[in-house]
Nanobody, 118 residues
Framework: QVQLVESGGGSVQAGGSLRLSCAYT?????MAWFRQAPGKEREGVAL???????NYADSVKGRFTISKDSSKNTLYLQMNSLKPEDTAMYYC???????????????WGQGTQVTVSA
């Protein structure tokens, strides 16, 4: 099973930026970022499909960018124009079904906290 380790979370003010990283042991067809706020379900944020196709949740389109550097075995999530509602634990996931549904992914990282203050 692929191992995933996230980093890059932190606390920022609204309008700020953060870049999350996810180091993985080997790549899979589908890799994604999810997030989970307290008391809420885990939701898909961004999806990266092997050939470079990407997909985003409506709430982050135009603000977040997912990318992958295969030479470094690292998946990224660049987050700009952050809002307080982006506050959540962010998780990296890997799998073989390319949809932004948590149940379709089998491998997960431990998460990295992002907190955005107003």
């Amino acid at each position: 099973q692929v191992q995933l380790v996230e980093s890059g979370g932190g606390s920022v003010q609204a309008g700020g930026s953060l870049r999350l990283s996810c180091a993985y042991t080997y790549t899979t067809v589908c890799m994604a970022w999810f997030r989970q706020a307290p008391g809420k379900e885990r939701e898909g944020v961004a999806l990266y499909i092997g050939g470079g196709t990407t997909n985003y949740a409506d709430s982050v389109k135009g603000r977040f960018t997912i990318s992958k550097d295969s030479s470094k075995n690292t998946l990224y999530l660049q987050m700009n124009s952050l809002k307080p509602e982006d506050t959540a634990m962010y998780y990296c996931a890997a799998g073989f079904v390319c949809r932004l549904r948590a149940g379709d992914f089998r491998s997960w990282g431990q998460g990295t906290q992002v907190t955005v203050s107003a």
